[in-house]
């Protein structure tokens, strides 16, 4: 299973859902995490081959993060949080465990708060579970 993370900066124009979809599928992922959304509400969507889960960003149209996941393995989606407009997870049930994607949007000046609640947000997960952390 591939999985990849990319900063889209925004989703927002017209036809970039689609093109983003277009592009994980060329790659031939089944999960990808991105980045800056840009979109004020938050769900499920369909997009080509793709289930895109996404989260509200902030009140200016920045921010949120999503994950595209394909339709060949959205049946393994155990859960999908967003925890803040910079951080989000998806949990997959596989056959042995569980896979925990942790899907962040790293600030780019040091913002303590960020990182304790990534460090938070991490410590909550059972120990026994595979962390991957995307940013």
């Known amino acids: ?19 983003t ?32 889960f996404y989260g509200k960003g902030n009140e200016d149209y920045q921010l949120g993060t999503g994950c595209f996941v394909h339709h060949r393995i959205v049946s393994a989606v155990k859960r999908v949080e967003f925890v803040s407009d910079r951080t989000s ?11 925990i994607a942790l899907n962040v949007q790293a600030p780019t000046e040091k913002k303590i708060n960020f990182y304790e609640e990534l460090e938070q947000v991490f410590d909550h997960f059972p120990k026994y579970h595979m962390k991957e952390i995307v940013m």
């Open 89 to 99: 997870y998806i949990v997959l049930k596989v056959r042995w465990c569980n896979i």
């Open 21 to 52: 979809a277009r592009e994980l599928a060329r790659h031939k992922l089944y999960l990808g995490g991105v980045q800056t959304v840009k979109w004020d509400t938050a769900g499920p969507v369909r997009a080509g081959d793709f289930i895109f």
């Open 1 to 19: 299973m591939s999985f990849d993370t990319w900063n889209v900066w925004s989703l927002y124009r017209s036809g970039s859902l689609s093109t």
